[in-house]
């Protein structure tokens, strides 16, 4: 394969670091930009360029992607839940990135653009969700990633630019961020089973997920910008192993070899019940393969964690409502 000067946003990021260590090992010139809103220096890899920049800023933009051929864009703040109660700086992060960097796409011909948004477009449809549903986002987060994948498809469409728009779910792994209170629930648990704190489970426990490992879909994430095939498709990303949040929450414990309960707080308004995807696609053109069962992936990462220690909570962005918010959120109880 030919090598390529690769830009991800992000990169200091938890599947955005996966993905710089993909790309240098495949011999990419590899420029990572991120602002460490959520990433940490140590998810940096010494063999990629690092530039700490937040896309939010222009010139900051037009400088970073100055060379470049490829864009994966993966810089965002991934809270979901939170963004019902913070959605004017969600919003901003999540989709002023995205304009400045179709603009610099087009200016400087960029060859092709990789965008991760979410499975959170398609919202509260009935599962599994298929690429060719409607995008009926459920709350802001949803939003934002619908209005970026709009705005790529009509740039792409207007000025001939290669793009795939990936959809990934339930992402979990080693280097996730365990100190954010308000996103990854796998990650939010370990960090309360480490600080001897009961799992926080918000309604009955029995939404379902699929969860993914960061191993299997960094490779598939890694392979969508070079290949024609892939052009202009939406592609799910992950792991078709459906798991009530219950169950999930159980082999947690055992994995983490704890006695500890679960302690069930009210729902959360407008968390979707039951949200995973068909597969099939990102097996055909990305050659997605499942190879961690979620036993098997949350004994990784609590090893890791484990490494890394308790990590205390960082309430990053503040509750702009606090009506109908979690009491474990405005009362800041992690
Ligand atoms: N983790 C999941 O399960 C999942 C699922 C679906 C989609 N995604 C998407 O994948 C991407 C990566 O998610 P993640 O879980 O690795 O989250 P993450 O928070 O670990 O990574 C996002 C990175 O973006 C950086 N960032 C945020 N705003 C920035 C800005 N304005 N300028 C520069 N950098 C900025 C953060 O510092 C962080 O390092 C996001 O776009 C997210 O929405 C994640």
């Not at 010494?46 to 970073?64: L, P, Q, S």
């Not at 919003?91 to 400045?100: A, D, G, H, L, T």
């Not at 890791?304 to 606090?322: F, K, M, N, S, V």
Request: charge should be neutral; include cysteine; proline fraction near 6%.
């Amino acid at each position: 394969m030919e090598t390529r000067t690769v830009l991800v946003t992000g990169g200091a990021g938890f599947m955005g670091s996966w993905l710089v260590d993909e790309l240098v090992k495949k011999g990419h010139q590899v420029v990572s930009a991120d602002n460490l809103l959520g990433g940490s220096e140590r998810n940096v890899n010494k063999d990629c360029k690092f530039v700490k920049a937040d896309m939010r800023i222009r010139d900051r933009v037009k400088k970073v992607v100055k060379g470049t051929d490829i864009i994966f864009h993966l810089a965002a703040y991934a809270a979901e839940g939170q963004s019902f109660f913070s959605p004017v700086a969600i919003n901003e992060i999540n989709i002023v990135p995205m304009n400045n960097l179709l603009v610099e796409a087009i200016n400087q011909d960029v060859e092709s653009f990789v965008f991760t948004s979410s499975m959170a477009v398609y919202g509260a449809q009935k599962p599994p969700f298929r690429e060719d549903m409607p995008r009926e986002p459920e709350d802001p987060y949803g939003a934002a990633k619908a209005y970026c994948e709009t705005m790529l498809e009509i740039f792409a469409r207007t000025y001939g630019l290669h793009y795939t728009i990936l959809r990934p779910h339930n992402v979990y792994g080693p280097r996730q961020n365990t100190a954010d209170p308000y996103r990854n629930v796998l990650g939010i648990w370990i960090n309360r089973i480490l600080r001897n704190k009961p799992p926080l489970i918000y309604g009955d426990g029995d939404q379902t997920r699929a969860f993914s490992y960061v191993e299997d879909v960094t490779p598939a994430i890694a392979n969508a910008a070079f290949h024609e095939k892939t052009n202009m498709q939406i592609i799910n990303v992950g792991s078709d192993e459906i798991t009530p949040i219950n169950d999930a929450c159980r082999a947690l414990l055992e994995t983490m070899r704890s006695e500890m309960e679960p302690i069930y707080e009210p729902a959360r308004p407008g968390e979707v019940k039951n949200a995973y995807c068909t597969v099939r696609k990102s097996v055909d053109l990305l050659d997605y393969k499942t190879s961690h069962t979620l036993k098997q992936g949350l004994s990784k990462m609590v090893g890791w964690a484990r490494d890394l220690g308790p990590q205390e909570p960082t309430y990053r962005l503040p509750l702009e409502i606090t009506r109908k918010a979690p009491r474990v959120w405005v009362e800041k109880l992690m």
